[in-house]
């Protein structure tokens, strides 16, 4: 965990951010002038805001990778869930604006559907398509962990089914009749709250949303990882039946952390699709959740500030590398998590202790973390094959 | 089309691959890497010349047969009724490729006749791509050579010059039906059979006797049978309900599935006698159970090519995942990897490969690019065909060695962090798949099957692909294979006592870095083997192996990790069920779906796969 040191001034970084993300920010957006040097574009407010739901969603990732030790590579199914959600609403909302000019959305219209399917009807109302962004992912996140979690799965193969659970999915809305849009999606949103989605103000207030989200997850993040709940958690991840062993219902506490973290990257995605317009069945390609678990990865593991440096780094580096070098992003994105996993497992954040080690212990440079690494008192274990 | 003249059939057969090979050697600007391999199938090229040019000298000359057929077409394009039509049925029994040619053209007004130096006319055909004139030189359809004029250079003459061959109506019919009863007649048994489906789908009666004709003499088994149908088929339509009832019960009992629709019309029309129409109705539904049959077997064979497949795919997984415990995300690559080797060996056969990348990049001020021409063999025929039997091979040890790379440079600081294995690998399949995308470009590639590989037997209406059968025999033997290796052998002796536990068989002085060393390496070259057995059953791309690794993970999960097994139990039975829930569903997808679910309930029941590994060890 973090030095006494780092703790202490951690609440005063925490101020600080809040401060630029929350004030700084989006005040140089409205009240200065396009021409001014401070200005903060409108485009990259947006961008900004982007980049805070991905933050969010990494925090999600963290609270079950990096504090329990399940790699879902199924994250951003959740993530698009909570976007086609409320995209369902915002589909609605665009009225007789669309292309057809009918009712009907217009993918609907191009497909040839009659009228509006029975369970696109209460998506017209903001609040309960603001509650299906909880539940839905909710419910499923519950339904899929109960079951993994009975049967007593973990390690690589609750990864291995995850990834195969968010595959299932992405074909199902890659599919025309599911009527969720297929291959397009939902997109050409206009109003939000009989708000214009392209007015600036709107944006802004989106990404002011996206930046309260973000706190308060951190918030909800570090007082659960301080409470019993999470040693349990962190327990869980380093010896989990040892904890079992103890009396723990390991099981009911991995499910409740699943639940939580779909419902918290369900809530980055309802926040991501406005800000940029589209949801489609390739957000929940098992690529993107796997490109979720690098931003933590990056950032470290394990911490919470991590996710979110993370998060936002690499995706500024997208954003730069896609438009300067468009071959090679790949090939960076590839090794960049190649390099850290083998040689930084402990991420940015933990790269001053691992340097502050290497300077004390020359000799090892990769030291395994701390999941792996046996305790001291421990006998020598047979190694053994997961049963 | 026409090629009539047989010195030009051995111009066309001239073996261009030795040529082309030497000149790319000589003067051919060869960059870095590639000197040596061109000067490798420079030799090859000589080798090859030789063996073609033997082919070339033995072309055949023009048949005596021929020049006859030649003669009589002339004459019946000349001639009137009613020797013509003498002529046209002699010519029509023939089965001679030349005359369906020319008379082909006839009914197509493309046959001409010069009327020269006031003899008798000549009738012609002209080339098929005249000049900037709109001039052609003409083929003589009496001898095949090009008509010459009284200097004796070929004459070049333009169609609106020339008048056609008069046809008629009635001409049309008769040489109609003279090109049908040719194609009856055709040497090939496959093309007699598709005439005599297309006769007997016709439902034009005066065919009939043409039919007839053909059936008295045919001998080939199946063409009889397509006969008999054809002409049970047009009895359908006969007035007399006792033929039509013969008809009816014939195509019953031969479970004619090409009669279905016309059965079930029959069954349906009201003019036809109640006795005719029940027999047809009982006809229909007796065929259209056999038609479900022949979905279902059809099917089933589908899925365990499928199936063997994603064996193979899965078997080099079970090792490196179920034995090793690694995570190797890049397992979909090496599949790549192997049928992308496929495709370069095939061009190198073929026309070459080149590539070159330019990278964005300035090294003090020199843009970075490099690339690579490899000049190809230009094989043609059975050489060509046979690059198939160079890739296979190839294909794993070129998948192997990437393996071994990636165990040298990854994996190996991994094998004790399995989930950590899972992201750095993945890392890896991300820069592979980019460099495919580089070096090959983002679109699917065209590898072509061989042609040995190409076609298929039919058994009982049920279709078997070659390529489908070939895949499935292989997989065997790799199991087969890979079972002895790991259950017979030293090796595999090694292999498993490394995989149980690593540290003690290193204690007792096995060399378990080597031996990981080699076991990733094979269960890379097992994926690569898949690649080019993929390689001739779908497409090539640089995602190919994103679609497969969701599907081979799956199947060593289920199959039951570390069991081999079990995975080859689990590879047949998705696949198979994944084939026919597509059939079933009519949408791959769903079937697809409703998989991946029944795996995730099936988890539940069995959590630890089909053949789980017992052990006491717990955490």
């Not at chain 1, 392209?198 to 570090?222: E, F, M």
């Not at chain 2, 300035?362 to 025929?381: E, V």
Request: proline share 5%; net charge positive.
């Amino acid at each position: 965990m973090m030095g006494r040191r780092l703790k202490d001034s951690h609440w005063w970084w925490v101020g600080l951010g809040s401060l630029v993300v929350l004030v700084v920010l989006p005040g140089l957006n409205a009240f200065t002038s396009v021409t001014h040097p401070l200005h903060v574009s409108d485009f990259s407010i947006n961008l900004y805001g982007k980049y805070l739901s991905y933050a969010v969603l990494a925090l999600s990732v963290d609270l079950l990778w990096g504090y329990t030790g399940l790699l879902s590579l199924g994250q951003c199914l959740f993530f698009s869930l909570g976007g086609y959600a409320l995209g369902m609403y915002l589909m609605l909302m665009i009225g007789k604006l669309g292309q057809y000019h009918r009712e009907l959305p217009d993918f609907m219209v191009f497909l040839g559907y009659p009228k509006l399917p029975a369970h696109w009807l209460p998506f017209r109302d903001f609040w309960f398509a603001a509650a299906a962004v909880v539940w839905v992912p909710a419910l499923v996140a519950l339904i899929f962990g109960f079951l993994a979690f009975r049967s007593r799965i973990r390690g690589v193969y609750f990864s291995i089914l995850t990834q195969a659970l968010t595959y299932a999915a992405s074909l199902m809305f890659f599919r025309n009749d599911f009527t969720f849009g297929g291959n397009n999606g939902l997109t050409d949103f206009k109003f939000i709250l009989g708000h214009d989605l392209r007015s600036p103000a709107t944006q802004r207030a989106l990404y002011l949303c996206t930046g309260v989200l973000l706190l308060l997850t951190y918030l909800l993040c570090s007082a659960l990882t301080r409470t019993t709940f999470g040693k349990v958690q962190r327990a869980i991840r380093d010896r989990e039946n040892r904890v079992l062993f103890s009396g723990y219902a390991t099981a009911d506490f991995k499910l409740f952390v699943f639940v939580l973290s779909a419902v918290i990257a369900a809530l980055a995605g309802a926040l991501y699709v406005p800000q940029v317009g589209i949801i489609n069945p390739s957000e929940m390609a098992a690529d993107k959740s796997l490109e979720a678990v690098v931003w933590v990865a990056v950032g470290g593991r394990g911490t919470l500030l991590g996710p979110i440096l993370g998060a936002v780094g690499v995706n500024a580096l997208k954003s730069w590398a896609t438009r300067a070098l468009p071959d090679l992003w790949l090939l960076l994105l590839g090794t960049l998590f190649i390099v850290v996993t083998l040689f930084l497992p402990k991420g940015i954040v933990g790269l001053p202790e691992q340097l502050r080690q290497l300077r004390r212990r020359p000799s090892r440079v990769v030291r395994p973390t701390a999941q792996e690494a046996p305790p001291a008192a421990m006998p020598v274990k047979p190694q053994a094959k997961p049963e | 089309m026409i090629l009539p003249s047989p010195q030009r059939t051995i111009v066309r057969n001239r073996p261009k691959g030795c040529q082309g090979a030497w000149v790319l050697a000589a003067h051919a600007p060869l960059r870095w890497g590639s000197l040596k391999v061109g000067l490798s199938w420079a030799l090859a090229g000589v080798c090859c010349s030789s063996w073609l040019g033997a082919i070339a000298a033995t072309a055949p000359s023009p048949a005596p047969a021929e020049k006859a057929v030649r003669q009589e077409l002339s004459r019946a394009i000349l001639a009137e009724d009613p020797e013509r039509a003498r002529l046209l049925n002699e010519i029509a029994h023939s089965g001679s490729t030349i005359a369906q040619e020319v008379l082909t053209a006839w009914t197509r007004d493309g046959v001409y006749l010069y009327d020269g130096s006031g003899a008798a006319k000549i009738p012609l055909l002209l080339e098929e791509t005249p000049d900037s004139e709109g001039k052609a030189r003409a083929i003589r359809i009496d001898t095949g050579r090009f008509l010459a004029g009284p200097d004796g250079h070929d004459l070049r003459l333009a169609a609106a010059d020339l008048g056609a061959a008069d046809t008629d109506m009635k001409l049309r019919q008769t040489v109609q039906r003279a090109l049908d009863t040719l194609a009856l007649a055709d040497p090939n048994p496959e093309t007699r059979r598709s005439a005599a489906s297309k006769l007997g789908n016709s439902a034009k009666p005066q065919y009939l006797a043409v039919l007839e004709d053909r059936l008295a003499i045919e001998s080939h088994g199946e063409v009889r049978r397509t006969l008999g149908e054809a002409i049970a088929l047009l009895h359908l339509a006969d007035t007399n309900p006792a033929v039509q009832l013969q008809a009816v019960r014939g195509l019953a009992a031969a479970n004619a599935l090409g009669a279905y629709d016309v059965l079930k019309r029959l069954a349906a029309s009201t003019n036809a006698s109640p006795e005719v129409t029940r027999a047809a109705d009982l006809a229909a539904r007796s065929i259209a159970l056999h038609l479900d049959w022949v979905n279902f077997f059809g099917t089933v064979f589908r899925g365990l090519s499928l199936g063997s497949i994603l064996l193979v795919v899965a078997l080099g997984l079970a090792i490196t995942f179920g034995l090793m415990n690694i995570i190797n995300m890049a397992h979909g690559e090496m599949i790549a990897v192997g049928a992308y080797t496929t495709y370069l060996i095939q061009n190198l056969f073929g026309a070459g490969f080149a590539f070159s990348i330019a990278l964005p990049l300035r090294l003090w001020g020199k843009p970075l690019a490099f690339g690579l021409h490899l000049p190809g063999l230009n094989a043609s025929g059975g050489l060509y065909e046979s690059y198939f039997l160079v890739a296979l091979p190839l294909s794993f040890f070129t998948a192997a060695a990437a393996g071994l790379v990636l165990e040298r440079t990854v994996v190996r600081f991994l094998y004790r962090r399995p989930l950590e294995s899972l992201l750095a690998t993945w890392g890896v399949s991300l820069v592979m798949q980019q460099l495919f995308r580089m070096v090959f470009g983002a679109n699917n590639v065209q590898v072509s099957s061989p042609a040995w590989l190409q076609g298929n037997f039919t058994i009982n209406d049920v279709m078997f692909g070659y390529n489908r059968v070939f895949v499935i025999v292989f997989a065997v033997l790799i199991v087969l294979g890979t079972w002895f290796m790991l259950a017979k052998t030293r090796r595999g002796l090694l292999i498993r006592a490394v995989m149980q536990n690593r540290d003690m068989a290193a204690c007792l002085g096995v060399r378990a870095d080597h031996v990981n060393l080699m076991t990733f390496a094979f269960g890379s070259g097992l994926a690569g083997l898949a690649g080019a057995f993929l390689s001739q059953i779908g497409n090539v791309g640089p995602g190919l192996g994103q679609s497969y690794i969701v599907d081979s993970f799956m199947t060593v999960v289920v199959g039951g990790v570390g069991s081999i097994v079990g995975t080859v139990y689990s590879a047949v039975g998705i696949g198979t069920t994944d084939q026919i829930l597509q059939q079933a569903l009519g949408s791959p997808v769903l079937g697809k779906i409703i998989v991946l679910g029944a795996i995730i309930l099936f988890l539940q029941w069995k959590p630890g796969g089909l053949f789980p590994t017992r052990n006491r060890g717990l955490d």
